[in-house]
């Protein structure tokens, strides 16, 4: 038999579980370290990342549409392998780009330094809808593998996260910059 107290216990214990899986489900997701293991993230402007078919999202549903058919035929094959993609950050404001670019400012003490990892709003493929960042690294590693087919590829060699309609589906993809500060 089970006593009242061990029953109170176990509800408060489960409380506090459930607390602390929402505060890490809702709360917003810090950036990527561009140096260390990646970490989610999404634009304050868009509300947390999702899935590639929540195009009620801005996030999403702003994308350029040949990027999200290619990003949704290839989430429903990865889900197909067991991996989930969830969209870390896609389109973007200006505005949101421009925080973003003086932040990283603030981080690496220079513009120069910044380009190397976060574009300007003028350059940014996010603010156009060309680009998605996705994790978590598991469906990077399956996007970076497999991505080609749909002609997404990561275009920058320090961001793994970052995919572009670069290709043609079952292309090759063109060899990717060092960083964002080769493009533009």
């Given at each position: ?34 140096v260390g293991v990646p970490r989610l993230r999404a634009a304050t402007d868009q509300g947390p990342g999702g899935g590639p078919f929540d195009t009620s999202r801005p996030t999403i549903g702003n994308l350029d549409p040949d990027l999200l058919a290619a990003l949704q035929a290839a ?110």
């Open positions: 038999m089970i006593h009242h107290r061990t029953l109170g216990t176990l509800a408060a214990t489960l409380l506090v579980v459930a607390v602390a899986a929402l505060a890490c489900g809702t709360s917003e997701p810090s950036a990527r370290d561009h989430a429903k094959d990865a889900s197909d392998d067991g991996v989930g993609l969830l969209v870390t950050s896609g389109w973007r404001s200006k505005a949101h780009q421009r925080r973003l670019f003086t932040e990283a400012v603030s981080k690496y003490g220079s513009e120069e330094e910044a380009r190397r990892y976060v574009s300007t709003p003028d350059t940014s493929a996010h603010v156009t809808g060309d680009a998605v960042d996705i994790g978590p690294t598991d469906a990077d590693d399956w996007l970076i593998q497999h991505g080609d087919r749909y002609g997404l590829c990561q275009v920058f060699a320090n961001e793994i996260w970052h995919f572009e309609l670069a290709t043609t589906p079952g292309g090759e993809c063109p060899q990717m910059y060092a960083d964002s500060s080769e493009r533009g």
